[in-house]
């Protein structure tokens, strides 16, 4: 019988193994398979490099063998968290990936806005739902979030992360948690001062990220919102808006 081929997956960028630096899994050793492209365009984009198709010639079509080599090299071929995130990892096909990961003792993490919905969502380990609040300048699709949740159909872990900026994001992230109280939720301060491709180790306002993760932690308690969990980007707090880190 000839061997299953699956459809290459378009990749950015694979490195790590590093620290996640935000929402559920902040701390945790990760390697990082980032794909190319996206369906959205926020206005503060921190990955435009795997995002505008400007930057289509620095992405490979890669087989899953290959990633899954790149992931094993990078990890010594010992398991470890992988991050699958972009752009928009769900328009990439990534079923066999993991699939293939899982059968190593491998687990799998996805971050996305939601926009588009995969079965294959139940085989993560971790689903990170990330819808994009009115200061990105995108229109969410509630109904697809809605969908993605039970496309999960209760295996992974499911979260939700906001990115905030200001109180109409804020506004937005209470309108989320309302909408899915059954769903852990993260806050994180935006960062204002995101990398540029082509100058990705461009100066970070960490003073001004700073006041917005305190007026963050004010504005939850404040509220008692006590479901809330607000944390920085540790990344770009130990990095700034150095790449691959
Ligand atoms: S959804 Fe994420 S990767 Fe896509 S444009 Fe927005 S911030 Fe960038």
């Not at 945790?28 to 930057?55: E, I, K, M």
């Not at 100066?203 to 969990?229: C, P, Q, Y």
């Amino acid at each position: 019988m000839a061997a299953m081929t699956h459809p290459a997956i378009r990749v950015s960028e694979i490195f790590g193994p590093t620290i996640q630096g935000e929402g559920v899994l902040i701390g945790l050793p990760t390697v990082f398979v980032r794909t190319g492209g996206c369906d959205y365009r926020c206005s503060w984009c921190d990955s435009l490099h795997a995002v505008d198709n400007q930057y289509r010639h620095e992405w490979e079509m890669m087989s899953v063998d290959a990633v899954w080599q790149s992931v094993v090299g990078l990890s010594g071929g010992r398991p470890v968290m992988v991050s699958l995130s972009g752009g928009n990892p769900a328009i990439q096909p990534l079923g066999a990936l993991i699939e293939r990961g899982h059968r190593e003792g491998y687990r799998f993490a996805l971050e996305t806005q939601g926009s588009v919905v995969r079965d294959w969502f139940a085989e993560l380990d971790v689903l990170v739902l990330s819808p994009k609040p009115p200061s990105s300048e995108m229109t969410t699709d509630w109904a697809a979030i809605e969908a993605c949740v039970q496309a999960a159909n209760e295996k992974p872990q499911v979260v939700l992360k906001l990115v905030v900026f200001d109180e109409s994001d804020y506004a937005y992230a209470k309108d989320a948690a309302a909408r899915f109280p059954r769903l852990p939720i993260y806050l994180q301060p935006g960062n204002h001062t995101p990398p540029r491709p082509g100058n990705a180790d461009s100066a970070v306002d960490l003073d001004g990220i700073t006041k917005r993760m305190e007026w963050l932690v004010e504005s939850v308690t404040r509220d008692r919102w006590f479901e809330a969990r607000v944390l920085p980007q540790l990344h770009v707090m130990l990095w700034g808006n150095k790449r691959g880190v």
